[in-house]
């Protein structure tokens, strides 16, 4: 091999091998090292890699020639999903080029994707089921029973209510989705939108919602809609998940964490029961909920985080959430402030 393959071959962002006739490696690129580990070099190819498909694929190809594609799951260094492609050694000596391409992002947006689907699936099915079941009552054993009617609407209408609320919150959750490259453009004062979202739910819930909102808070650029809808869901959260002691505060600092830049902090806090340390990464997966049947029973899709998590990215920000269990939860949101430099 010349030089200038050999400097294509390690540039290479992708795993290359070169096996001869004997299975041996004979050239290693470093991103195949840094897979199947320094001591590949010189050996047979089952010394690094023990995966009895990819050696096969690898053989056939040593005794037949052509191409084999194959599709590999490898345990270490971390586990990782690889599609390796075998083909004949270029040139005179008779041997293998070994390709991996690795397609472990691929896997698991696709596996996002169905349980995704399943989920939705899932969570329409069951208010589905009731309002069928209830249409059925209606039209035949409580047909004449005014009080039984009247009962069986209220669960119907509670029901499709959240069913709508569901369809609601996807189609805000896709909206969001789709332009969270995009990064708003209009300077915003967050002092008047955060005092008028906890008026709005103080208004709606027997819970007081305690308003802080300190001096020299940073214009943001910001889309007041998604703001607004960011600040409601925690709000909301606080009252029906914490339902004590509720407060929003917010005020300026001077270097938002991971960024770097000035900007807003914004902390929604409640001091109910919290949320365990094991449920805290997860709460911004699409219906993640730590208590199903509560969260439900309150109304909610366990949409709502996921939807503040990606507005939050398109504001450019972030999300912490912080809690011990029984000692009350923290979600605060940072924004850069409007006259900070773009970040990407
Ligand atoms: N302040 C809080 N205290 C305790 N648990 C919380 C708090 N905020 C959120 N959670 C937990 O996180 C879960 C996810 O919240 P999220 O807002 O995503 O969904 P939801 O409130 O169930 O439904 P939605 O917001 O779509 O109506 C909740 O179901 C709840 O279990
Ligand atoms: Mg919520």
Redesign the pocket.
């Known amino acids: 091999m010349n030089n200038l393959a050999t400097d294509i071959l390690d540039s290479l962002p992708d795993p290359v091998l070169l096996l001869d006739a004997g299975r041996v490696v004979t050239r290693i690129n470093p991103a195949a090292r840094a897979v199947l580990g320094e001591r590949a070099l010189g050996r047979d190819l089952s010394h690094s890699l023990r995966h009895p498909d990819a050696l096969g694929a690898v053989d056939a190809v040593l005794t037949g020639g052509g191409y084999r594609g194959v599709e590999v799951a490898l345990p270490v260094p971390t586990a990782r999903a690889y599609d390796l492609q075998a083909v004949a050694a270029p040139g005179e000596e008779p041997g293998a080029l070994l390709i991996m391409r690795d397609v472990t992002a691929v896997r698991q947006n696709e596996r996002m994707r169905a349980d995704f689907v399943s989920n939705v699936s899932h969570e329409l099915r069951s208010p589905l089921a009731t309002l069928i079941g209830f249409i059925e009552t209606l039209r035949g054993p409580a047909a004449d029973d005014p009080d039984a009617r009247a009962r069986f609407l209220a669960i119907m209408d509670a029901e499709a209510a959240r069913m709508s609320?569901l369809v609601d919150?996807l189609l805000s959750l896709a909206r969001v989705e789709s332009r969270e490259h995009v990064r708003p453009e209009t300077a915003l004062e967050l002092g008047p939108l955060l005092k008028g979202v906890a008026d709005a739910l103080a208004a709606r819930s027997d819970v007081p919602v305690a308003l802080d909102i300190a001096d020299g808070l940073p214009p943001v650029l910001g889309d007041p809609d998604e703001l607004t809808q960011v600040f409601e869901?925690?709000l909301?959260?606080?009252i029906?998940?914490?339902g004590e002691d509720v407060r929003l505060a917010a005020a300026a600092v001077a270097r938002i964490p991971d960024i770097g830049l000035p900007g807003a902090c914004i902390a929604?806090t409640?001091s109910?029961?919290?949320?365990d340390e094991a449920?805290l990464p997860r709460?911004?997966e699409r219906f993640?909920?730590?208590?199903?049947a509560?969260?439900r029973s309150?109304?909610?899709?366990?949409?709502?985080?996921?939807?503040?998590k990606h507005i939050v990215n398109r504001h450019r920000g972030r999300l912490a959430a912080t809690?011990a269990a029984g000692q009350?939860?923290r979600?605060t949101v940072f924004l850069p402030s409007a006259g900070s430099p773009p970040t990407p």
């Open positions: 609320r919150d869901n925690l909301d959260n606080a029906k998940y914490g929604v409640d109910g029961p919290g949320i449920d709460l911004t993640y909920r730590t208590d199903k509560r969260s309150l109304g909610g899709t366990g949409l709502g985080l996921a939807i503040v809690s009350g939860s979600f």
